[in-house]
């Protein structure tokens, strides 16, 4: 049976696209197929100072995964970092869990939020996420699918489907400039580099900016890293 759903699912995604559109088409199937999904994104997960959103099915669903990043926690981290689905009917209800992120992302209008791993084995290379606007879990058959669809995901990329040579400098090009701030902060302020990541994070979080433009703007010198250092 899931053989023939997983078929099915494939020929769903390969009907709207092939090759490099292959990630949206996999985001805006899961929107279709998944009752109550209201977005979907797929994202490459390094360590901590690493990620890249491959494609997602709308600006929020980036908005998300920005917060999560930013503050460290959240279902995709969570689900990454154990190597299982991490589903979350009600945001709200996980203030203890995730303090800060249960309350960012109730203001952006985030209610109930699903994470699967993508992994192979031991290898994990980052996550599909799934949002909904109105607290609520999923089916057992929308939890099938979803997780059919992050096995289709985990084999495109691991066969190199999803990011071309540009992509993939791309994305190491982004993420070097989060780890050379990371690493200017920590020699400035004579701190571990975890807790200059960690700094980089609160500002960010506290200026409503991303992780990204607080490094560039640390490494360009648009911001006194003595901002920085409480």
Not at 196 to 205: C, D, I, M, S, V
């Amino acid at each position: 049976m899931d053989g023939q759903r997983r078929d099915r699912l494939e020929r769903m995604i390969a009907e709207r696209t092939t090759g490099s559109e292959w990630p949206l088409a996999l985001c805006a199937v899961c929107v279709q197929v998944l009752p109550g999904v209201d977005a979907a994104a797929l994202v490459l997960r390094g360590d901590a100072r690493a990620q890249e959103m491959v494609s997602a099915s709308d600006g929020w669903a980036a908005v998300i995964e920005e917060l999560q990043y930013t503050l460290g926690e959240g279902p995709a981290v969570e689900a990454c970092r154990g190597g299982g689905p991490v589903l979350v009917g009600d945001v709200r209800a996980e203030q203890g869990r995730w303090p800060g992120f249960a309350d960012a992302a109730a203001e952006e209008g985030l209610a109930a939020m699903f994470a699967f791993p993508l992994q192979v084995g031991g290898i994990r290379l980052g996550t599909l996420d799934l949002y909904r606007r109105r607290p609520g879990g999923l089916s057992g058959e929308a939890v099938t699918d979803a997780a059919l669809l992050a096995d289709l995901a985990t084999l495109a990329l691991l066969e190199n489907e999803l990011a071309d040579d540009e992509d993939k400098l791309r994305m190491e090009v982004s993420y070097q400039d989060v780890h050379m701030a990371t690493g200017v902060l920590a020699a400035k302020l004579r701190i571990s580099l975890e807790d200059a990541f960690a700094r980089l994070r609160a500002h960010a979080f506290a200026e409503r900016r991303s992780v990204l433009e607080v490094s560039r703007d640390v490494l360009d010198q648009r911001i006194s890293l003595d901002r920085l250092a409480d």
